[in-house]
C-alpha cells in the first residue's frame, strides 16, 4: 500500500509541476493576464486529489466497505465542488464578471486532475 500511496504523491507531483509550467507559459506566450489566483487553485486539486486518492487506498484495505466505494467516490466528488466553492468564493465568484477566457483556464486544472484522479479509483475499483 505505501509504494501505490508514493506512485499517487509522485504521479500528482508531476502532473502538478508540469501542467502548471505549461499552463503559465502558454498564458505568458499569449499574454494573457487572469485575476485568478491558478497556483493556489492547481495547488488545491493537487492537494484533494491526492487525499481522495490515499483514503481510497486506505478504505480498500477494508473488506467491508469495499462494494460501496464507487458511491463514496460519487460523494467525494460532490465535496470537492463544495469545498472549492468555499475556499475560492472571494477570488473567483466575488469577481464581477468572469470572462470566458479565465472560465476556460479554471476548468484546465480540474479536467486535469479529475482525468488522473479518476484513473487512480478505477484502478482501486477494478482490483476487488
Do not use: W
Not at 475556499?87 to 482525468?115: A, H, R
Amino acid at each position: 500500500m505505501i509504494k501505490r500511496i508514493v506512485f499517487y504523491g509522485i504521479g500528482f507531483s508531476f502532473l502538478f509541476a508540469t501542467a502548471y509550467t505549461i499552463h503559465v507559459s502558454g498564458l505568458k506566450d499569449l499574454n494573457i493576464k487572469l485575476s485568478v489566483p491558478l497556483f493556489s487553485i492547481y495547488l488545491f486539486h493537487f492537494v484533494v486529489s491526492l487525499f481522495i486518492c490515499v483514503s481510497f487506498a486506505v478504505l480498500e484495505t477494508t473488506k467491508k466497505r469495499t462494494n460501496q466505494l464507487g458511491f463514496v467516490y460519487l460523494f467525494t466528488f460532490m465535496i470537492k465542488l463544495m469545498l472549492f466553492a468555499i475556499v475560492f468564493k472571494n477570488s473567483v465568484f466575488k469577481v464581477e464578471s468572469l470572462s470566458k477566457i479565465e472560465g476556460f483556464n479554471l476548468l484546465i486544472p480540474v479536467f486535469l486532475f479529475l482525468f488522473l484522479e479518476v484513473y487512480f479509483i478505477a484502478r482501486i475499483l477494478s482490483k476487488k
